[in-house]
């Protein structure tokens, strides 16, 4: 499996940006796609996720109501669109994934196994 994530940067507060995760190795749509980020020093954080069979979403505290997560009809890309970014987004960014028939654990955030390289995303 293997997931690579595009999209990182600079960006102004209150400005958007769109993460790309592209996936390949998974036979079918039944696994949850995630985000997460983390700034040195701190503990890695869930961000978004999606269980690409249904499209259920799940989202952090801390970006409900400015971050979407979203995916393409070939199931094998997500986004995750960031809205009225704040200083405090700044991190970096990794796409993650792991196979599963219960689209609720999409938001156990321990629970993903697979992982991209990571983007740094960087508002000021």
């Known amino acids: 499996v293997q997931l690579v994530e595009s999209g990182g940067g600079s960006a102004r507060a209150g400005t958007s940006l769109t993460l790309t995760c592209v996936t390949s190795g998974y036979t079918d749509d039944g696994h949850c796609m995630g985000w997460f980020r983390q700034v040195p020093g701190k503990q890695r954080e869930g961000v978004a996720a999606i269980y690409l069979r249904s499209g259920s979403t799940y989202y952090g505290d801390s970006v409900k109501g400015r971050f979407t997560i979203s995916q393409d009809n070939a199931k094998n890309t997500v986004f995750l669109q960031m809205d009225s970014l704040k200083p405090e987004d700044t991190a970096m960014y990794y796409c993650?994934?792991?196979?599963?028939?219960?689209?609720?654990?999409?938001?156990?955030?321990?629970?993903?196994?697979?992982w991209g390289q990571g983007t740094q995303v960087t508002v000021s």
């Open positions: 993650a994934a792991f196979g599963t028939v219960r689209s609720y654990l999409c938001g156990s955030w321990s629970r993903y196994r697979d």
